[in-house]
């Protein structure tokens, strides 16, 4: 037989005897009379047989079958003039396609059929071929995304543009289900949203002058009447969409899914094919279910279901005979649909397991064994589409019998060992979009899906806490309500058992691509899928993006559960077989496979940087680790030069992405292969050797391992033999040689973590918006309720708005609580859980076994980290409240070993990348957020837990300081003053929505809202960091300071901006961007006070101790910026407090009480909880400086407001400081509408906010003024009048006591240590300062 090719123009077998004259017996075993009988049954005369009939009917043998079977299939078909006629109504070629040469607008993507088509512009349009102007015709739309999309109809003088479209111009008309609007030029309110999966059917009726249109088969009545018609006016099919919207066409080309009667399609069907084509089904089923009796002579009629191929002469050549004609006809697409797709569907009507209805297998065997190759491929190609479409696109119904029935028969082909073969090789990734077939689609209008009748009793939470939170098990549900909740769960688990039959098959489909035992028709199947896998993975990871290549993520999430279930079970079963291989429980993936070059990661980014940098500097490495050497020359030739040529040379080889066919584009295949990276070239070509231990260096004996492309691998290659160690060459010393069954395995779970990081993770997000839907919907129902009961009797008015609205959310709810359920079951089950957790334990088991080779811990893709955060993150917040964690198995080993990995790696030196950096960083800040994520911190071993907080507490230059300081501040919340908050006390009080922690903190997420549970443990460990290394301690703390005066100074420079464009006559609005910077440097502001109240707290020594060579430059510059907080957010009628009164969407958390209670909260430390010398220090220093005013203190308790100019600071000859905090304060705003003006707003008082500050917090603060004012009397008496020649000339606030060597300036200490800290140059005379001395005042004589 010939393998390649395709078409008419090849040959095929002729099985018509050669002669006439062979006697009967030539025919095989059964004589002549029983010959003619069996032929006479099998090929039936068109008119009724009787016994009269049959005992006059001519002799029939194999000599006379030709010309007898062409004469049955000639009979009834229409001569050749009749078929050429044009059909009255319709102008135009057939077949009807895309008119991809001028009948377009904009930039598109056309499918190679020119039937499939993807929007590349802002709003392309594309009409068809063929028009029609008189008579009822229809073609149907398969909508595979729900976006911003206009089908319908329009004339030849239809001019469109990149903003007008189909039914924006006269002449044309249109339905977008969308917006859920008709278009002629205006638009109203048409029809139902449709979803992708859905069918649209248009249709015209240019007798009665309507159009109407069908969503899957149902009429949403007519959507225009009274269209233009008469001479000149012919309707073309048109569409228009935006970008990355596609659709797929179908005129006629294939039977329609949803025919209208009275109807044509647009192209006419191949009415005389499919009549041969059933006819011949006919003779193959009669065939099927005959039997012959040698023996008696006779033949017997048996069920078609027993039939099997058992080489009968007799049957076989009839069945030739059949095939001769029935072959061409399954060549095409249409006749495949309607005649052999029906067939076999009809042959597991039956029910039961594939397994059970052996007759495809043999009739799949018939095929190959009596068809050409090429029409046996083209064949199940067809086939095999025509199953995807049908499933695809299938309604949904409450027990998913379509899809069932198109997955059993999608089973029952890939079961035939041969055809699965050629399907894998050829079709299933490379033409299909395979994936669909393991992705059940998301009901969007739920009564159409039955779910009404699956989940009769709705339910949704009814008890919220304080917080808006919905609260798991209320103890004061009613017995109603417990009713309806049970009723409701007992749906939800009916559709689970129903989805699950679903998942089933297409977990049984995995498992026949991933069988490694069919060998003795070449490469075993597994060995095809992992290559196609792999090209399936590139083309995603490489083309972001690319409307052609991308698989949707709502199809990668369920490709990844029933993938993860698949190799899961095929690990399982391998290692029952291998003595001493691990189960899945333990898998991970060794870490030779990322740097050995036998798995391709295309351009992923390494920990380490570029791979091709990488093999530069770790060859030694490798060479002394891993045994492997790279080639020196392979590594020359990956040099950009080579590169460069490189591409010239391989550019003729390369498939185009996409190809201009006249002035459109025609779209490649899904899943053809992408032009490849230069990254990805030269990750392929460096060549690795193993080298013998035993050797030395100098001389290693190398193995050349071959680079080859993907498809080109062999199952030697993937698991080794005689030696080989296949994907696990050069094992690292560290590595344990445990056998694994399986290694082609590994690969694939490989591939399995590459998916979630492609895009399932951001799908788990994107579809928890249901379930806040359903959270929102239902606190407004409450409240709603709320309101009826309190509304009066008398305001019937109100009542009735009461009541609609009322009416509006418990609908919305209804309808949102079954998707949700949908939902649940889908992506959001136990089951669905425990994969991603499975995913979670190979990510950290991975990296566990990186870290342990040392520094080729490097080549570890970036992925691998990633997955591991946002496994946990999906885990923690996606997923449904009754999938508990806890229930999880090894959960709290699993929280220590991934809290180990963030602790250690977000300050590790072998990574090098900022954003996986930062990604560390703000999951470990994300971890410390939660009592039991922060004990498993806890739990990790000493060593670690104190090197942690040593990298914690390096000086923030250089490296993401906020989310640092956000770990500080989460570790102290709870003990801090006044700071046992959960959301802003501030905003509890009047707007509770909006009580939500600072910006900063809300990018956090949920973490953002946890209850305060600080850590006591690493508390400790900070501290006595702190206090042993005196040289960190300073950089850090002036890290902190100098990351405070920034802050603060940009928010009072950002405020100061938008009181003036608030003050300005004219209308202004204040960038919402400029708003959030400004919310942020608050927050950033506050959350610095903490680490530093922190540490006066922990560490007081570090700024009373002046012992310590910082200790009081620290002391003296910490009052600077208290002093300057203070009197910025204190003073009366300032800056701050109209800012605050604007009451602006966005700096909802600026308010007095976070900033002021946290300055309080390091004032009381150094003032009051001290011993009586440091206290005194503390109080010399805040009152010593410039800035002190004694109100700013009094007005924490609500004393200040008349005493703004009372108490003047100590020193009233000091200048005022010069500060990057300085600003002018604005002139007082008008009062907005329901504003509180700043002469009738009351005073911030610490006695307003008893509920978050204790009283032994509040007695605190009444000892620091007394002291502080007692302190203030008796400094201003005792001070003497300072000459102005003996103060500092920099400050102008202290008496000069220092003098800089060798030039003799002089200033105060406070200055002149402040400014050595970044500067050895003099103030003065930029001389190099050697040395600072004491100065004092020599005694006037």
């Not at 009901?443 to 808006?468: Q, S, Y």
């Amino acid at each position: 037989m010939s393998s390649k090719g395709g078409g008419t123009a090849l040959s095929r077998r002729n099985y018509r005897l050669s002669s006439d004259t062979d006697k009967p017996k030539s025919t095989g075993i059964v004589n002549e009379k029983l010959l003619s009988d069996y032929l006479h049954h099998v090929f039936p005369s068109p008119s009724k047989p009787g016994p009269a009939l049959a005992s006059l009917r001519k002799s029939l043998a194999f000599q006379d079958l030709g010309a007898h079977l062409e004469t049955l299939l000639s009979e009834g078909e229409r001569t050749e003039d009749s078929r050429d006629q044009p059909v009255e109504g319709r102008l135009g070629p057939q077949p009807v396609v895309l008119d991809h040469t001028s009948g377009f607008e904009g930039l598109l993507f056309v499918d190679d059929d020119l039937l499939g088509v993807i929007g590349h512009s802002n709003f392309s349009s594309i009409r068809a071929t063929t028009c029609v102007y008189k008579g009822k015709w229809a073609y149907e739309v398969l909508i595979s995304s729900q976006g911003l999309m206009q089908i319908g109809w329009c004339t030849l003088n239809c001019r469109f543009n990149q903003e007008e479209g189909v039914g924006d111009t006269p002449d044309s008309y249109a339905y977008d289900g969308n917006r859920v609007r008709k278009w002629n030029v205006t638009t109203t309110n048409y029809g139902k949203s449709w979803a992708a999966g859905d069918i649209v059917s248009c249709l015209i009726d240019l007798d009665e002058a309507t159009i109407t249109f069908c969503l899957n088969g149902q009429s949403l009545g007519t959507a225009f009447s009274d269209i233009k018609i008469g001479p000149g006016v012919a309707y073309f099919p048109a569409i228009s969409l935006s970008f990355k919207e596609s659709v797929a066409f179908n005129f006629g080309s294939r039977p329609l899914r949803y025919p209208v009667e009275g109807y044509l399609p647009l192209q006419d069907p191949p009415t005389a094919d499919l009549t041969k084509a059933h006819k011949l089904l006919g003779y193959i089923k009669n065939v099927l279910s005959t039997a012959i009796d040698i023996q008696e002579e006779r033949f017997l009629e048996k069920d078609c279901s027993l039939w099997r191929l058992k080489g009968e002469p007799t049957v076989l050549i009839t069945l030739a005979h059949i095939f001769n004609h029935f072959a061409p006809l399954m060549c095409k697409v249409y006749l495949v649909e309607d005649v052999l797709m029906n067939f076999l569907l009809g042959i597991l009507e039956g029910g039961g397991s594939v397994d059970e209805h052996p007759l495809i297998q043999q009739l799949l065997d018939l095929f190959w064994l009596l068809m050409e190759d090429y029409e046996v491929n083209e064949c199940l190609q067809q086939l095999m589409m025509s199953l995807l479409r049908a499933y695809r696109f299938s309604p949904i119904i409450p027990d998913l019998g379509f899809q069932i029935h198109y997955l059993r028969l999608t089973t029952a082909i890939l079961r035939h060992e041969k055809s699965r073969k050629y399907l894998l090789s050829n079709v299933l990734f490379d033409v299909l979009r395979s994936v669909v077939f393991f992705y059940i689609k998301t009901p969007l209008r739920v009564k159409e899906a039955g779910l009404e009748e699956l989940i009769p009793t709705t339910w949704w939470p009814t008890h919220f806490d304080k917080e808006g939170k919905d609260e798991r098990d209320p103890k004061d549900e009613s017995s109603d309500e417990r009713l309806r909740r049970r009723a409701y769960e007992r749906g939800c688990q009916r559709l689970k058992k129903r989805i699950e039959v679903v998942e089933e098959l297409q977990v049984q489909i995995l498992r026949l691509l991933l069988n490694n035992k069919d060998k003795t028709t070449g490469q075993a199947s597994r060995y095809i899928f992992l290559n196609k896998f792999r090209k399936f993975l590139q083309e995603n990871a490489s083309n972001r993006g690319h409307p052609t290549a991308l698989c949707p993520p709502e199809y990668m999430v369920c490709f990844l559960h029933r993938l993860i279930t698949a190799v899961r079970a095929c690990w399982d079963e391998g290692s029952r077989k291998s003595l001493g291989s691990t189960n899945s429980e333990a898998a991970y993936v060794p870490p030779q496979i990322f740097y050995n070059g036998k798995v391709d990661y295309f351009d992923l980014q390494r920990l380490g940087g570029l791979l091709s940098h990488l093999k530069k500097t770790l060859k030694d490495d490798l060479a002394s680790k891993a045994n492997i050497i790279i080639d020196p020359a392979e590594i020359q030739a990956t040099s950009m030069d080579d590169l460069d040529e490189d591409e010239e040379s391989g550019a003729a080889q390369r498939p185009f992405g996409a190809v201009a066919v006249g002035g459109a584009l025609a779209r490649p295949s899904w899943l053809s292969s992408p032009t490849l990276g230069r990254a990805n070239r030269f990750l392929s070509t460096a060549a690795v050797s193993l080298m013998t231990p035993r050797r030395p260096l100098s001389q290693p004996e190398k193995v050349k391992i071959r680079t080859l492309a993907v498809e080109n691998r062999t199952e030697e290659d993937i698991e080794g033999s005689h030696g080989n160690d296949g994907l696990l060459l050069g094992r690292p010393l560290e590595e344990s040689d445990q056998p694994m069954a399986d290694k082609s395995l590994l690969e694939i779970i490989d591939g399995i973590v590459m998916m979630y990081n492609l895009s399932v993770h951001q799908q788990l997000g994107k579809m928890v918006v249901v379930a806040d839907d359903v959270h929102e919907y239902a606190a407004a129902l409450k409240d709603t309720e709320e309101k009826i009961a309190r509304c009066p009797a008398g305001r019937a008015d109100i009542m009735e708005e009461l009541h609609k609205s009322q009416k509006v959310f418990a609908e919305k709810l209804n309808h949102l609580s079954r998707r949700l359920a949908w939902i649940n079951a889908t992506i959001y089950s136990k089951e669905k859980m425990l994969d991603v957790y499975w995913l979670l334990c190979v990510c950290i088991r991975t990296i566990e076994h990186a870290d342990n080779t040392g520094s080729l811990f490097a080549f570890t893709p970036e992925l691998y980290l990633n997955v591991a955060m946002n496994a946990y993150s999906a885990l923690k917040n996606y997923f449904s409240p009754s999938c508990s964690m806890d229930e999880l198995p090894g959960y709290e080993e699993t929280l220590t070993q991934l809290a180990a990995i963030l602790s250690k790696h977000f300050a590790d030196p072998r990574i090098v990348g900022t954003d996986i950096k930062d990604s560390l960083m703000q999951a470990l800040a994300s971890y410390v957020c939660y009592p039991q994520s922060l004990r498993a911190v806890e739990r990790i071993p000493e060593e670690q837990r104190v090197a942690m907080m040593r990298n914690l507490l390096a000086p923030y230059e250089q490296r993401p300081w906020a989310q640092t300081n956000w770990i500080l501040v989460r570790l102290w919340r709870g003990c801090g003053f006044g700071y046992r908050y959960t959301r802003l006390p501030h905003l509890l009080k009047t707007k509770p929505e909006d009580a939500n922690l600072p910006s900063l903190q809300r990018d956090l997420s949920i973490a953002s809202f946890q209850k305060p549970c600080p850590s006591l443990l690493l508390q400790r460990h900070m501290a006595q960091l702190l206090s042993a290394d005196k040289d960190m301690a300073a950089s850090f703390l002036n890290s902190v300071l100098n990351q405070l005066n920034w802050a603060f100074s940009e928010f009072i420079g950002m405020i100061q901006e938008i009181q003036q464009a608030a003050e300005r006559p004219e209308r202004n609005f204040v960038d919402t961007r400029q708003l959030k910077v400004c919310a942020t440097c608050f927050d950033l502001s506050v959350s610095l006070l903490r680490v530093l109240e922190m540490t006066v707290t922990l560490v007081p020594e570090i700024f009373l101790d002046w012992l310590r060579p910082s200790a009081e430059l620290l002391l003296r510059r910490l009052a600077q910026l208290l002093n300057q907080v203070l009197n910025r957010v204190t003073a009366e009628k300032n800056l701050f407090d109209r800012v605050v009164n604007l009451r602006l969407p966005g700096l909802e958390s600026v308010d007095h009480y976070p900033i002021l209670v946290a300055v309080t909260g390091i004032l009381v430390r150094v003032l009051v909880d001290g011993d009586r010398q440091g206290t005194c220090r503390a109080a010399s220093v805040l009152l010593s400086d410039p800035c002190f005013q004694l109100h700013s203190i009094q007005h924490l308790l609500g004393d200040g407001g008349d005493s703004c100019g009372s108490a003047a600071p100590p020193t009233t000859t000091a200048r005022a400081v010069v500060s990057s905090l300085a600003s002018s304060v604005a002139p007082p705003l008008p009062s907005a509408p329901g504003a509180v003006g700043p002469l009738d707003r009351k005073h911030f008082s610490l006695h307003a906010y008893s509920d978050y500050i204790s009283q032994e917090e509040k007695q605190k603060v009444e000892l620091m003024l007394a002291f502080l004012t007692e302190e203030s009397q008796q400094a201003a008496a005792s001070t003497a009048p300072t000459s102005e020649d003996d103060l500092c000339p920099i400050c102008y606030a202290h008496s000069i006591s220092a003098i800089f060597k060798p030039c003799s300036h002089k200033s105060c200490k406070a200055c002149i240590n402040q400014h050595l800290m970044n500067n050895k140059d003099c103030f003065f005379c930029k001389a190099t300062i050697t040395a600072v001395d004491d100065y004092c005042k020599p005694t006037s004589s």
